[in-house]
């Protein structure tokens, strides 16, 4: 079955950097639009960085200048570079990827992987 798998999360403290990774596997068609979505505690799901399979990106205002998204498609894989990280970006992130299986495409989510900033 396909599935997002996620990779790189971990404890950094503040003004460090980490590098997220997602990788799709499975029986896949295609690979339309990937992102990175984070919810802290206590707070809605938001979106962090979008990259469409044209390479076109999109970014919160609040990682702009810091996080940059890109893609290895050949590898069916999104990377998250996060760079002066700060404690307000603690959250756990999810991969999010729309992925052809079949006929259509079908959003999936990576389990997520906790992101802990220390000030």
């Known amino acids: 079955q396909v599935q997002l798998v996620e990779s790189g999360g971990g404890l950094v403290q503040s003004g460090g950097s980490l590098r997220l990774s997602c990788t799709a596997s499975?029986?896949?068609?295609?690979?339309?639009?990937m992102a990175w979505y984070r919810q802290a505690p206590g707070k809605q799901r938001e979106m962090v960085a979008t990259?469409?399979?044209?390479?076109?990106?999109n970014y919160a205002d609040s990682v702009k200048g810091r996080f940059t998204i890109s893609r290895d498609s050949a590898k069916n894989t999104v990377l998250l570079q996060m760079n002066n990280l700060e404690p307000e970006d603690t959250a756990v992130y999810y991969c999010?990827?729309?992925?052809?299986?079949?006929?259509?495409?079908?959003?999936?989510w990576g389990q997520g992987t906790q992101v802990t900033v220390s000030s």
């Open positions: 499975g029986r896949i068609f295609g690979i339309n639009t």
């Open positions: 999010n990827a729309d992925l052809r299986t079949s006929l259509l495409f079908l959003t999936y």
């Open positions: 990259i469409g399979s044209d390479k076109s990106t």
